[in-house]
């Protein structure tokens, strides 16, 4: 077996396949030499989110027979085209769920606490207690746009916070357990005009692009479930896309959002002349949610188990284009 790792991989990962007898070729390669063949010859590529893999790539490496996909998001591999090629797509779906809830929830209380903003004060000499006066997240409701795995973790740490959940999800497959004190919507304007605190937990695509925008902003209603006036929050540790940036931005001009807090973007690495970033209410990180040292082990472990099952057998659990089956 001969795999490409483009992306980096945790080297107990890497041991897994030389003990599996793999010959590794561990190197980032750009758009241009992916395109030109490069990696032809190979039996598996395995990628997290900086590499493409285009239709153009793969009729490139005719050698291909399966992708890995180190994390959960496939928006960077064309899975048609993968399908087309008789290539299968794995990923490791649970390996960062616990590390991106965390980051959430972290997200969550920094902004409700104004712990960005402090932190800036602090740092550029000035006692902001006075005005560094924010609110419990407890009391609050939360709405999560999305119920899959990271939002139901979410869901439960929040509820044990003492926050009101809601949630919006039109793709829930049947089976799915809910929590009993979950409130579901039917729609995700009522989600929003429902919730003051709102956290997006769904993939990119024509539909989600920029739902949470100026006219869903607005809707938000201010005050919590206890009375408050706490303001309106956004967190997004999902996909960058899903919050029009130019919005928010303007939003938070006007006072209609209280706090922001992004870990991914539409474009990254972010620009240092972004607009978001002159907002004092703006908490950004440069896409961390899976990045802790627990979770890159139980990721790099999933993904060489599952492209190794793929190469002997032809399919795992992980398979994304089942069509190719």
Same mark, same amino acid.
């Given at each position: 077996m001969r795999i490409a790792i483009t992306d980096g991989l945790h080297h107990e990962a890497l041991d897994v396949l030389e003990s599996a007898g793999a010959t590794l070729l561990? &190197?980032?390669?750009?758009?241009?030499?992916?395109?030109?063949?490069?990696?032809?010859? @190979?039996?598996?590529?395995?990628?997290?989110?900086?590499? %493409?893999l285009t239709a153009e790539v793969m009729a490139a490496t005719p050698s291909l027979r399966v992708i890995g996909r180190a994390g959960v998001g496939v928006d960077n591999i064309d899975l048609a085209a993968a399908t087309t090629a008789n290539v299968r797509v794995v990923n490791a779906p649970g390996a960062s769920t616990r590390s991106v809830v965390e980051l959430t929830v972290g997200h969550l209380l920094a902004s409700a606490r104004l712990v960005g903003p402090s932190d800036r004060a602090l740092r550029d000499g000035r006692w902001i207690k006075k005005q560094a006066t924010g609110t419990e997240i407890a009391g609050k409701r939360l709405g999560l746009v999305g119920y899959g795995r990271i939002a139901r973790g979410v869901a439960q740490a929040a509820?044990?916070?003492?926050? &009101?959940?809601?949630?919006?999800?039109?793709?829930?497959? =049947?089976?799915?357990?809910?929590?009993?004190?979950?409130?579901?919507?039917?729609?995700?304007?009522?989600?929003?005009?429902?919730? $003051?605190?709102?956290s997006l937990h769904c993939n990119l695509t024509d539909e989600t692009r920029h739902l949470a925008n100026a006219a869903r902003f607005a809707m938000m209603p201010g005050v919590g479930a206890d009375g408050v006036a706490c303001g309106n929050? @956004?967190?997004?540790?999902?996909?960058?896309?899903?919050?029009?940036?130019?919005?928010?931005?303007?939003?938070? =001009?006007?006072?209609?959002?209280?706090?922001?807090?992004?870990? @991914?973007? &539409?474009?990254?690495?972010?620009?240092? =002349?972004?607009?978001?970033? %002159?907002?004092?209410?703006?908490?950004? $990180?440069?896409?961390?949610?899976?990045?802790?040292? &627990?979770?890159?082990?139980?990721?790099?472990?999933?993904?060489v188990n599952a492209v190794l099952q793929t190469l002997a057998s032809g399919t795992c659990s992980t398979v994304v284009n089942r069509d190719v089956l």
């Amino acid at each position: 077996m001969r795999i490409a790792i483009t992306d980096g991989l945790h080297h107990e990962a890497l041991d897994v396949l030389e003990s599996a007898g793999a010959t590794l070729l561990v &190197e980032h390669h750009d758009a241009a030499a992916l395109a030109s063949g490069v990696l032809n010859g @190979v039996d598996a590529i395995i990628v997290r989110s900086a590499t %493409k893999l285009t239709a153009e790539v793969m009729a490139a490496t005719p050698s291909l027979r399966v992708i890995g996909r180190a994390g959960v998001g496939v928006d960077n591999i064309d899975l048609a085209a993968a399908t087309t090629a008789n290539v299968r797509v794995v990923n490791a779906p649970g390996a960062s769920t616990r590390s991106v809830v965390e980051l959430t929830v972290g997200h969550l209380l920094a902004s409700a606490r104004l712990v960005g903003p402090s932190d800036r004060a602090l740092r550029d000499g000035r006692w902001i207690k006075k005005q560094a006066t924010g609110t419990e997240i407890a009391g609050k409701r939360l709405g999560l746009v999305g119920y899959g795995r990271i939002a139901r973790g979410v869901a439960q740490a929040a509820s044990g916070l003492g926050m &009101e959940v809601h949630a919006y999800d039109p793709y829930l497959p =049947d089976g799915v357990d809910i929590a009993p004190a979950v409130h579901l919507h039917a729609d995700l304007d009522s989600l929003f005009a429902a919730c $003051t605190h709102i956290s997006l937990h769904c993939n990119l695509t024509d539909e989600t692009r920029h739902l949470a925008n100026a006219a869903r902003f607005a809707m938000m209603p201010g005050v919590g479930a206890d009375g408050v006036a706490c303001g309106n929050h @956004v967190v997004n540790c999902a996909r960058g896309g899903l919050v029009h940036e130019g919005d928010a931005a303007e939003a938070l =001009d006007a006072g209609v959002l209280s706090s922001l807090a992004l870990d @991914v973007f &539409e474009h990254e690495p972010l620009a240092p =002349d972004h607009p978001l970033l %002159k907002h004092e209410r703006f908490l950004g $990180t440069p896409h961390i949610g899976a990045s802790t040292l &627990e979770a890159q082990r139980r990721v790099g472990m999933d993904i060489v188990n599952a492209v190794l099952q793929t190469l002997a057998s032809g399919t795992c659990s992980t398979v994304v284009n089942r069509d190719v089956l």
